[in-house]
């Protein structure tokens, strides 16, 4: 979540679930207006079967102008 804070201190990041402020170990996965908007899954499926859900994510540092190392 991130708040305006005016534009001396600009967007300030917070953790809501862990009571803290978003720092460089925080990765950004969405942006939106509220959770509707960046919900990580949306629909219904319908299978035969149970089904299971496997993510994997990976981290790659980039230098301050964006570009990968």
């Known amino acids: 979540m991130s708040l305006w804070c005016g534009p001396d201190r600009g967007w300030i990041g917070v953790d809501p679930t862990n009571a ?3 720092e460089n170990d ?3 996965l969405a942006i939106g207006r509220d959770y509707a908007d960046i919900a ?3 629909g219904v499926i319908l299978a035969p079967r149970g089904q299971t859900l496997k993510v994997e994510v990976d981290v ?3 230098d301050e102008e964006g570009r990968l190392l």
């Open 40 to 42: 990580p899954i949306d």
């Open 60 to 62: 790659i540092p980039s």
């Open 26 to 28: 925080h990765i950004v």
């Open 20 to 22: 803290i402020f978003a």
